[in-house]
Every structure is written in structure tokens, then in C-alpha cells.
């Protein structure tokens, strides 16, 4: 439904009384944060692009619809209180009618100093989905007809997602306990190894543990999405292998246009693709840039985009931006150990505050169909790359 959402002005936590119930902390803008950017198109290519995102299932792969502080060096102590905002004023004006949410990911630090513990992130879900329980605007997306259901309504489905499977330890049953609590996707590794397989971080790549395999046949089992947008190359070759359901890269670049362990070579892209798994690209800071483009912005993304998209092909390519509400650059920076940013840095890349065109979820999701249009995609591929493919996907992994 395009723009056109049907939010009512619910603000998080609004059931409770702010700075007594919790403490208040001034958070980011939702819109226009930074100065915006709209991809200039003629006229009639505007009538296009409207009309694309008013009829069309546009799903997102991969963000963060959390609030940041403003001051961004706020967000430990923000954090720490584990009860982060959503951006529902930025989401209704987003085109996205499904997003797949990653929560804290690496910075669930809410009691310990490295996060990723099991009580931080079921505080972290748990919290989030008594705030969404009091809204009717963003819903909790349990099966694919939730995400068409939405479009039809004006609303935001939210596909609740784990970044990386630490929180589980040796537990297989707290896979199935995570997919009662709503989970639909789950990474094997974020960048550090765990008992699964190898992070991207690690220099030398073990692959798929035993344990690793078992985590994979469950969550086969169970209906949940698998990601190895985080994993190393030989982990994630091993888990396309022993998967019987396609898997997804949900936010990932190609490392032949910008050689960082944060991007996929191409036998693993390839391996993706052929085994019927699609590929979601990357946004966030200093991530998806090329040599053509090594200032990060809508340009060197889609270029990323159309190199994948000819390597795999047109049925196993879509968006997971990565983007979130606030100074992405700055949460970088105070965060570095916990994301792993040095491991998927380039010494080359040109520093940026934000990159200009897909700063946030809602800027990435007016842009991409912007530039399609602009590009002369046709409608057929248009709508397999914005949500097609992530349906056909999810329909041959949940149900």
C-alpha cells in the first residue's frame, strides 16, 4: 500500500508513564534525521514507482526498527535498560509491508558485557513484543499469510529474528522455544565462532560442527528460516549442503566488488542461489561499496544489487538493508568489538556520516523502487527482487 499506512500515532511504551515507569532518554528522529534523499525520477516514472509500491509485496530481509538515542554515546546505558522503542512514526511512512527485525543483535548487553546471553535476549523479545501487543499497527508476522494480510491493511509485518544461534548454547530444544516466542529466522554464527560453525571474523573457517548439523535438521524441522549473512565461507557452503530447505544470505554484498569477510565470495553466492536460496543486500555503513563507488551510497548498493543479480539470477536476489533509526555510523564506533566492524572493514573505503540514499528503513525501501524504475526494471522483476522471491522463499521454509 505505499505510503498510504494506517498508523493511528501509537508511541512506544505509551501504556506506561515515561520517567517513572522508565527513565527518558531523547531519542533520533524517526524522519529526516540526516537530509533526505528521494532518487529524482521524471513524472512519469514517479506514477510508476507509486503505483509499484501501492500494489506491489515489498519485504525487507533484514533491519532494525529499534530507536537510538540522540546522543548515539547514550546507547549503552539506553541499552542497559532493555527497553528499546520501536520507529513505528518512521514505519508508516515506509513502503516495506514486511520487514525481518533483528533486535539488539550484538549489542544485548543489557546485564553482561558481552551480550548474547539467553535471559538478554528473551528480555530483549519479550519487551518488544509486549510494546508491539499494545499497538495494532506493526504485527508479529507468524506465517506468510501475515505479510499479506498487512499490505492489504496499510501495516507493517514483523518477522522476529535472531542474528546469531549463541543464545541457544548446546540447547537444540531452545530453538523450538525461540519459534514459540515468534522467531521465524535465526543466523548460525554472528562473526565470532560459537558451537555451531565459524563467524566471519576467524581466520581459519572449521565449517559446520556436528552440533551445528543437528541445529540445522531442527530448524528444518520446525519451520525457521536460516541465515549465514555472518558466517565464514566454508560454514556457509556446509550449511547449504545440509540443509534440505533453501537458506538465505538475508544482508550480504558481493566480496568480488569490495574484498572484506563481510561480503560473499562467489561460489558462495552461487551455492545460494542454486540450492533455491535468495540473497538480501547489505546498507549498512561502509559495507557494500565499490571501486566505481567507494563513497557508501544508493549507487554503489544497487551496484552490488545488479552484480549479484547477474551471478545468481533474477529469482534469488532481494533487499535486507541493515539500516536502523539513528546515527548507524556512531553505533558503529561504540560498539566495534560487539558488531565486529573491524573484520568487515576495507582499509580503502571512504569514511562517510551515513550513507546517502538508504539511511534508514524508510529511505532504503523508497529509494530501491526508485531506482528500479529509474533503471527500466520491468514490473515481472521488480516485484520478484522488492518481495517475491522472500515469499516463494518463506513459503517453501515455514510451511
Given at each position: 500500500?505505499?505510503?498510504?499506512?494506517?498508523?493511528?500515532?501509537?508511541?512506544?511504551?505509551?501504556?506506561?508513564?515515561?520517567g517513572i515507569d522508565y527513565p527518558t532518554f531523547e531519542l533520533a528522529h524517526e524522519v529526516d534525521r540526516v537530509p533526505p534523499y528521494r532518487l529524482p525520477l521524471s513524472d512519469a516514472e514517479e506514477e510508476r514507482a507509486e503505483r509499484i509500491a501501492r500494489e506491489q509485496i515489498l519485504v525487507s530481509l533484514h533491519d532494525h526498527l529499534g530507536r537510538f538515542p540522540e546522543p548515539i554515546s547514550e546507547t549503552p546505558a539506553y541499552i542497559r535498560e532493555g527497553r528499546q522503542a520501536t520507529a513505528y512514526e518512521g514505519l508508516s511512512h515506509c513502503h516495506w509491508d514486511c520487514i525481518f527485525e533483528n533486535f539488539m543483535d550484538g549489542i544485548c548487553q543489557i546485564h553482561s558485557k558481552r551480550g548474547w546471553k539467553w535471559t538478554e535476549?528473551?528480555?530483549?523479545?519479550?519487551?518488544?513484543?509486549?510494546?508491539?501487543?499494545?499497538?495494532?499497527?506493526?504485527?508479529?508476522?507468524?506465517?506468510?499469510?501475515?505479510?499479506?494480510?498487512?499490505?492489504?491493511?496499510?501495516?507493517?509485518?514483523?518477522?522476529?529474528?535472531?542474528?546469531?544461534?549463541?543464545?541457544?548454547?548446546?540447547?537444540?530444544?531452545?530453538?523450538?522455544?525461540?519459534?514459540?516466542?515468534?522467531?521465524?529466522?535465526?543466523?548460525?554464527?554472528?562473526?565470532?565462532?560459537?558451537?555451531?560453525?565459524?563467524?566471519?571474523?576467524?581466520?581459519?573457517?572449521?565449517?559446520?560442527?556436528?552440533?551445528?548439523?543437528?541445529?540445522?535438521?531442527?530448524?528444518?524441522?520446525?519451520?525457521?528460516?536460516?541465515?549465514?549473512?555472518?558466517?565464514?565461507?566454508?560454514?556457509?557452503?556446509?550449511?547449504?549442503?545440509?540443509?534440505?530447505?533453501?537458506?538465505?544470505?538475508?544482508?550480504?554484498?558481493?566480496?568480488?566488488?569490495?574484498?572484506?569477510?563481510?561480503?560473499?565470495?562467489?561460489?558462495?553466492?552461487?551455492?545460494?542461489?542454486?540450492?533455491?536460496?535468495?540473497?538480501?543486500?547489505?546498507?549498512?555503513?561502509?559495507?557494500?561499496?565499490?571501486?566505481?563507488?567507494?563513497?557508501?551510497?544508493?549507487?554503489?548498493?544497487?551496484?552490488?544489487?545488479?552484480?549479484?543479480?547477474?551471478?545468481?539470477?533474477?529469482?534469488?536476489?532481494?533487499?535486507?538493508?541493515?539500516?536502523?533509526?539513528?546515527?548507524?555510523?556512531?553505533?558503529?564506533?561504540?560498539?566495534?568489538?560487539?558488531?565486529?566492524?573491524?573484520?568487515?572493514?576495507?582499509?580503502?573505503?571512504?569514511?562517510?556520516?551515513?550513507?546517502?540514499?538508504?539511511?534508514?528503513?524508510?529511505?532504503?525501501?523508497?529509494?530501491?523502487?526508485?531506482?528500479?524504475?529509474?533503471?527500466?526494471?520491468?514490473?515481472?522483476?521488480?516485484?520478484?527482487?522488492?518481495?517475491?522471491?522472500?515469499?516463494?522463499?518463506?513459503?517453501?521454509?515455514?510451511?
Amino acid at each position: 500500500m505505499g505510503r498510504d499506512k494506517n498508523y493511528r500515532g501509537y508511541r512506544s511504551f505509551q501504556y506506561l508513564e515515561e520517567g517513572i515507569d522508565y527513565p527518558t532518554f531523547e531519542l533520533a528522529h524517526e524522519v529526516d534525521r540526516v537530509p533526505p534523499y528521494r532518487l529524482p525520477l521524471s513524472d512519469a516514472e514517479e506514477e510508476r514507482a507509486e503505483r509499484i509500491a501501492r500494489e506491489q509485496i515489498l519485504v525487507s530481509l533484514h533491519d532494525h526498527l529499534g530507536r537510538f538515542p540522540e546522543p548515539i554515546s547514550e546507547t549503552p546505558a539506553y541499552i542497559r535498560e532493555g527497553r528499546q522503542a520501536t520507529a513505528y512514526e518512521g514505519l508508516s511512512h515506509c513502503h516495506w509491508d514486511c520487514i525481518f527485525e533483528n533486535f539488539m543483535d550484538g549489542i544485548c548487553q543489557i546485564h553482561s558485557k558481552r551480550g548474547w546471553k539467553w535471559t538478554e535476549v528473551l528480555h530483549d523479545l519479550g519487551m518488544r513484543l509486549c510494546d508491539l501487543a499494545h499497538q495494532d499497527f506493526v504485527t508479529l508476522c507468524l506465517r506468510v499469510d501475515d505479510i499479506t494480510r498487512a499490505h492489504e491493511e496499510g501495516r507493517v509485518a514483523l518477522v522476529a529474528s535472531i542474528e546469531g544461534a549463541a543464545p541457544i548454547e548446546n540447547e537444540l530444544d531452545r530453538i523450538e522455544i525461540f519459534y514459540g516466542f515468534g522467531v521465524r529466522a535465526m543466523g548460525i554464527t554472528y562473526s565470532e565462532s560459537n558451537g555451531l560453525g565459524s563467524g566471519l571474523k576467524e581466520e581459519k573457517d572449521g565449517g559446520l560442527t556436528a552440533f551445528g548439523q543437528r541445529v540445522v535438521e531442527r530448524m528444518n524441522k520446525v519451520g525457521m528460516l536460516i541465515d549465514c549473512s555472518h558466517c565464514g565461507d566454508q560454514t556457509t557452503l556446509d550449511v547449504i549442503e545440509a540443509s534440505e530447505k533453501p537458506i538465505a544470505l538475508t544482508h550480504i554484498g558481493a566480496r568480488a566488488l569490495w574484498n572484506t569477510n563481510r561480503m560473499a565470495p562467489d561460489d558462495v553466492l552461487k551455492a545460494c542461489g542454486e540450492k533455491g536460496g535468495v540473497i538480501g543486500i547489505e546498507a549498512a555503513p561502509h559495507t557494500t561499496i565499490t571501486k566505481g563507488h567507494p563513497r557508501h551510497n544508493l549507487e554503489a548498493y544497487m551496484e552490488h544489487f545488479e552484480y549479484i543479480k547477474d551471478l545468481v539470477g533474477i529469482d534469488h536476489v532481494g533487499f535486507g538493508p541493515d539500516t536502523l533509526y539513528g546515527d548507524h555510523v556512531g553505533l558503529h564506533n561504540t560498539y566495534k568489538s560487539s558488531l565486529s566492524i573491524k573484520a568487515a572493514t576495507h582499509q580503502d573505503d571512504e569514511r562517510v556520516d551515513y550513507v546517502e540514499g538508504v539511511e534508514n528503513p524508510t529511505e532504503a525501501s523508497e529509494n530501491i523502487v526508485r531506482w528500479l524504475v529509474k533503471h527500466d526494471y520491468s514490473d515481472e522483476d521488480t516485484a520478484k527482487v522488492v518481495g517475491g522471491n522472500a515469499l516463494r522463499l518463506l513459503k517453501e521454509v515455514w510451511e
